[in-house]
């Protein structure tokens, strides 16, 4: 600051103490402020401290927040399981993310379900799986864990098992037996034999399923309609039994198989299954059968299988199937047995079954077999394809 010139020597005398007395007063002012100055660094210090301490149960409170509701998410996903038996649990967390998938919340928590050692004996009638309670009571399921129930089925049927008793449990869905238009059961919760109802490879039933059981109204799929056109794939003439295979079950069988030009419908020729004494192994059979590849089939579209077939003296039965397969498993099938009744004697009549949903992933082989069962006396079988016809349609 710019001093002004003092205009005599009193005046700069007394000048000279104003400024002693303003130096004073800004030494104490100093000295004050250097205090204020120290007290306000301790406080801060303490402060900083304290925001310190404060930022860091802020973090932890949100990484406790974070960590809460990432648990949160993950129960959503995998919700908790403790009533249900280990072998159940991955066809559950499996229900639950199709429910999620389809924007439907189901309620897990009074979930039970436990394995038992014998079939479940309810009403006379036995099953592989029951629902004894549903929501909003604890829900109670009991599977048979035995062959042909639980332990050796394929994947897509431990789902379908499983999926229909959590219809009853956690969905209170009753039992449906109605049909769709193409002849297939038009929901999982069917109340008879639920096994192969769709394959792995059956992306497209599969969905359509899944979708009907978590919502009623799920209007009937396109593929269940009737088909607007139909596509003969092939036809075979039977020309030669080598582009055929023969199995049996069992060696000790005495079937055999050729082909013959002397009994046919139409073509010319007719492959023959015979058997020149009575089967001594209950439940064996033997087997014609052919691999085509799968051309120009669509997906979930119905392929049909019609043959023509003359019997002699039958007794045992038989019967026709068509079957689809994807990288060596079984995809889609379609067969007469306890279907159409061959037995007896008969001239040559057409028969046809049908795989009802083409599996989407059937990318492989088709095959046509033609089964003969055990023939407890001296009879013969003589099956003719005169011609083989696949349809599309």
């Not at 389809?102 to 379900?113: F, Q």
């Not at 092939?234 to 049996?248: E, T, Y």
Request: aromatic share 12%; hydrophobic share 40%; with cysteine.
């Amino acid at each position: 600051m710019l001093r002004p010139k003092p205009r005599d020597h009193f005046e700069e005398f007394h000048l000279k103490k104003r400024e002693a007395k303003r130096d004073f007063r800004i030494t104490e002012l100093r000295v004050y402020r250097e205090s204020i100055a120290f007290y306000t660094c301790r406080r801060k210090s303490q402060t900083i401290a304290y925001m310190r301490y404060i930022k860091f149960v802020a973090k932890a409170a949100v990484i406790m927040v974070v960590a809460v509701t990432s648990c949160k998410k993950d129960a959503d996903v995998v919700p908790d399981l403790s009533g249900v038996e280990d072998q159940f649990k991955e066809y559950v967390v499996r229900f639950a993310a199709e429910a999620k998938a389809r924007n439907v919340s189901v309620n897990l928590t009074k979930l039970n379900i436990k394995a038992v050692s014998q079939r479940i004996s309810v009403g006379g009638t036995s099953y592989c799986g029951y629902t004894f309670s549903a929501l909003p009571a604890d829900v109670n399921i009991q599977i048979a864990d035995l062959s042909g129930c639980w332990s050796d089925i394929a994947d897509t049927n431990k789902e379908i098992l499983i999926f229909h008793e959590l219809g009853h449990g956690i969905l209170n869905r009753s039992h449906l037996d109605d049909n769709l238009p193409n002849g297939l059961r038009k929901s999982i919760m069917y109340s008879g034999y639920l096994f192969n109802m769709y394959y792995a490879a059956q992306t497209s039933l599969r969905k359509y399923y899944l979708d009907e059981l978590f919502n009623i109204n799920t209007p009937t799929p396109a593929f269940a309609l009737p088909a607007v056109n139909s596509k003969i794939l092939l036809q075979d003439p039977i020309l030669s039994f080598a582009d055929w295979g023969f199995n049996k079950t069992n060696q000790s069988l005495t079937h055999t198989a050729d082909i013959t030009n002397t009994v046919y419908a139409s073509s010319g020729n007719s492959l023959m299954l015979q058997s020149s004494e009575a089967s001594a192994v209950s439940g064996s059979y033997s087997y014609l059968y052919r691999k085509f590849p799968v051309k120009d089939v669509s997906a979930a579209s119905g392929v049909t299988l019609k043959v023509k077939v003359k019997t002699d003296n039958l007794v045992g039965g038989a019967s026709i199937v068509i079957r689809a397969d994807y990288q060596g498993q079984i995809a889609g099938y379609g067969t007469t047995q306890d279907v159409i009744d061959l037995t007896g004697t008969r001239d040559f009549t057409e028969y046809s079954t049908k795989i009802k949903c083409f599996p989407d992933l059937a990318d492989t082989l088709l095959y046509t077999c033609s089964y003969m069962a055990m023939l407890p006396a001296r009879y013969i079988l003589m099956t003719s394809w005169s011609p083989t016809n696949f349809s599309r349609g």
